[in-house]
């Protein structure tokens, strides 16, 4: 189906009105009252005023349509939005004709773009009354090195006693499932429930040993619950065309998963040096935590460049008894609390095609100081630490109701792993 240009319909109209006029005042001249005649020009002036102001109506309108048109093809649809439709209304000898419709218009843009996830946090919400069940599986890798230096120096560089030297692999194996529901257009909650799997190997040589080979002396690993979360977002404000999206986030983290501190520990004596070793490794952090977030798309055809700012905050505790053996004044605390984390990140997605996107970002957080006291009153030293990744994402949409997406993290600094890999499939019910 075409539709006409409405400036070309309206010229008809107007072609006959002014015809009308030039023959009314043909009569006039031949004979008519001037009275008769000055009212019929007055009336016919109006009639072509009328028919510009609603000329000059249609054209804006028109305009509008095009620039809609021109975000649909860019992509820029969202879902929920009424349409808008063009219409054309003729004025003519004083009576309103019917309204014809020019064209609909696409659904107005009030929603981000959707981009190929690689952050937490979704960039499109989920729209009102719907279901998305998103099941994902995460593998992370790390590598550290320790180095225990016993004994003393004589002049600077030269060691009299022994060197420890141990590398330590972590592996963690993360499965979550994630249920988001849309409330409104702009406000959704998911809730995320994830089942944690981790082993750690320690490799070295034994100190106080002449043994040139190395040896696997902790085998450990730890199953079962993570901390459940629940996530709130809401979309600031309308943006649309070249103007940035505002959601804003809060996320409630539970501690449901084993803490570092029931988990069973053990001092052991290597030669000169005490140390406690876990005998499971944890699943959860052991602190409830509340979480606000900004989160920023701008969406610059043909690419979204997106960001966000992030703070953590972990709840005290107090009366904390680690489930250590032997116990010592060292092993309870009076009070613990975590350093807040700061958190940023930002990137940019790339749409390939209908079906696939791409996306590359970087996410940062930085950890403040635990801030712990003994039971004893005596305070243990904290430590900052910095966690950047450098993420690549690749999202590919399998049907109207699946989407793969995947992730792949590497660690920028010596905090952070190694290695992370996330697979997600979320689909729609």
């Keep these: 189906m075409t539709f006409e240009h409405p400036p070309r319909r309206l010229a ?57 048109v021109d975000l649909e093809r860019r992509g820029r649809g969202g879902e929920g939005a009424a349409p808008a439709a063009g219409a054309a209304v003729v004025a003519q000898a004083g009576n309103e004709q019917p309204v014809t419709p020019v064209g609909q218009a696409p659904a107005a843009a009030d929603r981000p773009p959707e981009v190929a996830p690689i952050f937490e946090q979704p960039g499109v919400l989920t729209p009102p009354g719907k279901w998305i069940v998103e099941p994902s599986l995460q593998y992370s890798y790390s590598s550290s090195d320790r180095i225990a230096l016993v004994g003393y120096t004589v002049i600077p560089a030269i060691l009299i006693g022994l060197i420890d030297v141990r590398n330590v692999k972590s592996n963690a194996l993360t499965a979550t499932m ?8 702009r406000f959704e909650l998911e809730a995320r429930v994830p089942y944690v799997y981790r082993y750690d190997d320690t490799r070295g040589r034994e100190i106080f040993t002449g ?10 690993d730890g199953k079962g619950l993570g901390d459940v979360e629940l996530i709130g977002r809401y979309q600031l404000n309308d943006g649309g065309g070249d103007s940035p999206y505002y959601i804003a986030s809060l996320r409630l983290k539970s501690r449901t998963g084993k803490d570092p501190f029931e988990v069973r520990s053990s001092f052991e004596v290597d030669g000169a040096r005490v140390s406690a070793v876990q005998q499971e490794l944890p699943t959860g952090s052991g602190f409830y935590s509340v979480t606000p977030g900004l989160t920023v798309l701008i969406p610059s055809d043909p690419a979204v460049f997106f960001g966000g700012v992030s703070y953590q905050y972990s709840f005290k505790r107090n009366g904390v008894r680690p489930n250590v053996v032997p116990e010592t004044a060292m092993s309870e605390y009076s009070e ?31 950890v403040g100081k635990t801030k712990a006291v003994f039971a004893n009153g005596e305070r243990a030293p904290g430590l900052r630490v910095q966690m950047g990744t450098l993420l690549l994402g690749y999202s590919y949409k399998v049907d109207s109701q699946k989407t793969l997406n995947m992730s792949l993290g590497v660690g920028v600094t010596r905090d952070t792993p190694d290695v992370q890999l996330t697979v997600r499939m979320p689909f729609s019910l």
Excluded: W
């Design 12 to 68: 008809r109209p107007l072609l006959g009105l002014l015809v009308a006029a030039m023959g009314g005042a043909a009569v006039a001249a031949d004979g008519a009252e001037p009275a008769s005649f000055d009212a019929q020009f007055r009336v016919q002036m109006e009639q072509i005023e009328a028919l510009k102001r609603e000329l000059a109506r249609q054209e804006a309108s028109l305009n509008a349509l095009r620039r809609e």
């Design 178 to 185: 994630a249920f988001r529901r849309g409330i409104t257009n």
């Design 211 to 220: 043994t040139p080979g190395d040896e696997i002396f902790t085998d450990v």
């Design 336 to 366: 613990i609390q975590p350093g807040g984390v700061i958190g940023f990140n930002f990137g940019m997605g790339l749409a390939l095609n209908e079906r696939s996107s791409f996306s590359i970002g970087y996410d940062h957080l930085s």
